[in-house]
């Protein structure tokens, strides 16, 4: 295995320093109704949808019909029940 190691670099100052925590991510989903969607940013959905799949639910994105910068809907949906 070959890493390369690079020096000198300072803080990207694209993404926000401040992220909502666990904590809060996990409330946002227990207050939401199934259907309802939130405006998230793309780094917080990854964990937001870890987070409904553990609750029993699905997340589905659309950055598309967001309307904010930068950010994307994460709709909270029941999970269909398990058929063969």
Known sequence: MNYQIVK????PTAR??????????IELAK????GDAAVLSLSEVQT???????QNFRCV???F??????????????KEPFSL
């Open 65 to 78: 019909r967001c309307k904010v910068h930068g950010k994307t809907l994460a709709f909270k949906l029941a």
């Open 61 to 63: 994105t659309d950055g």
């Open 16 to 25: 926000p320093l401040s992220r909502n925590s666990l904590d809060d991510l």
């Open 48 to 54: 937001f949808r870890i987070i409904l799949v553990a």
């Open 31 to 34: 207050t939401m109704d199934t």
């Open 8 to 11: 000198g670099l300072s803080e």
